[in-house]
């Protein structure tokens, strides 16, 4: 199999920035895939499965959209305000309009451009199983699931200052080393923790114009993420005429970097556990159709949903001392709530006629009104205070107070929150 994106060019460029002349795209998109299927024994209650390939992934034309538009020159937007907020001068009054963007609108354009190296993402993905059948009705297996994210899209966590949409680094923004050349004030602060111990850490401001002075944010679309997935997968299926059961058991662990980073300029040390890692995950559907006594013709059935949480990064709640990042307490360390959640359901086929039938149906969601949180949390581990000079001038000091409410979830889940009936009615004919 081969993949190939070509991805527009622009047709506009601005000369002060070359990058918005040529969008690259990589054209050596071989993708092999391979799969078998084995068994091992004459009976063929054995089945032994396997498969590897690579998937690249097409490149979002939202992002070529994006950086064909915001070149420096092109600014589509404009937020300005009139009388009805103070501005008895605005730059344009109504029914009028703009045939081109005002010069004393102020502020530096910003620019979405894509890295010279830019290539399409992929994956190298691999299972392997075995299943066992185990008498006329049950089948067991347990399989393992590896997935490998190369030259995958960087994504910033918002800290890094971003013009348009959630992109990645920002080329003109100024490292910490060289803030006090451009303006800013420090390299590093000092913060000062309630137990009395301190760290030395960066000092962050959100400074533009290494790459160009005359631009503000510049976001570049990279390669700079990759991941890891490793998972042991066991299931039970058991399906007979008035009875199915299925049982599935997943251990596994997902790392990444580069795609969801606070600091651009230290991204390997953001390395941990990814957003969507979840350790532990259990689910169990069963139904029974009884066919006999009062139940019969009735189908009984529920799905029991038990998950870990998944994991967040301790922050102060400004991001100029270390990019917000707490330091020593690790990318990802922390783990957020579980889930907890039992649906259950009746329903009843009743034939009305040889044409016409009703089915009644009763559903519980979060039949035992467990609460079940979103995995965003307060993630604010400290809350922190600038230390001033004499004079009243801001210092590379800060001090900083423990957050009582850092973990604490913020909402709960639309669909498990909270317990939740429904009931319906349907006639087919």
């Known amino acids: 199999r ?4 070509v991805l527009p060019q622009p047709k506009n460029c601005n000369p002060a920035l070359p990058l918005t002349c040529h969008i690259s795209y990589s054209k050596g998109n071989i993708a092999p895939r391979f799969g078998f299927a084995y068994s091992p024994f004459a009976n063929s209650t054995t089945v032994i499965r396997g498969s590897f390939g690579l998937f690249y992934m097409q490149e979002d034309l939202l992002d070529v959209s994006q950086a064909t538009v915001s070149n420096g020159i092109s600014r589509p937007f ?30 530096s354009p910003s620019a979405v451009v894509f890295a010279p190296n830019f290539r399409s993402p992929y994956v190298e993905q691999g299972s392997l199983a075995i299943e066992r059948q185990i ?61 009395g111990n301190s760290s030395v850490v960066p000092d962050f401001e959100a400074i533009d114009g290494i790459y160009n002075p005359n631009f503000g944010p510049i976001n570049v679309i990279d390669n700079t993420g990759h991941s890891k997935y490793n998972a042991l997968l066991l299931s039970l299926r058991h399906t007979s005429e008035h009875y199915f059961a299925t049982g599935a058991y997943t251990l596994s662990k997902s790392t990444d970097q580069g795609t969801g980073y606070y600091n651009q300029f230290d991204q390997r040390n953001q390395r941990g556990r ?24 009735f189908i009984l059935a529920g799905v029991l949903n038990e998950a870990t949480g998944r994991p967040y990064t301790a922050v102060f709640d400004s991001s100029q001392p270390n990019f917000s990042l707490v330091p020593g307490e690790g990318y990802n360390a922390f783990t957020g709530p579980g889930t907890n959640d039992l649906d259950f359901s009746v329903a009843r086929e009743i034939q009305l006629s040889d044409r016409y039938h009703l089915r009644l149906r009763a559903e519980a969601f979060d039949l035992f009104n467990h609460p079940n949180f979103l995995s965003n949390v307060n993630n604010v581990q400290y809350t922190t205070t600038q230390q001033t000079d004499a004079d009243g001038n ?36």
């Open 2 to 5: 081969y993949d190939l994106q």
């Open 78 to 107: 404009l937020a300005t305000t009139g009388p009805g907020f103070g501005n008895n001068t605005p730059i344009v009054t109504y029914p009028e309009s703009l045939t081109a963007f005002p010069s004393d609108a102020g502020g």
């Open 135 to 195: 008498g006329s009705y049950t089948v067991v297996s347990a399989g393992y699931v590896y997935s490998h994210g190369l030259a995958l899209l960087g994504n910033s966590n918002g800290v890094t200052r971003q013009a348009n949409g959630n992109f990645g680094s920002d080329l003109n923004l100024v490292p910490p080393a060289l803030q006090p050349q451009y303006g800013g004030s420090f390299t590093e602060d000092t913060v000062i923790f309630p137990a």
């Open 274 to 297: 990814s957003l969507l890692d979840q350790r532990h995950r259990f689910v169990l559907s069963a139904g029974w159709t009884p066919a006999k006594g009062l139940m019969r013709k």
């Open 394 to 429: 801001a210092t590379n000091v800060w001090t900083a107070a423990i957050n009582p409410t850092f973990g604490t979830p913020l909402a709960v889940m639309a669909n498990s929150g909270a317990r939740s009936f429904q009931f319906s009615a349907r006639v087919s004919f």
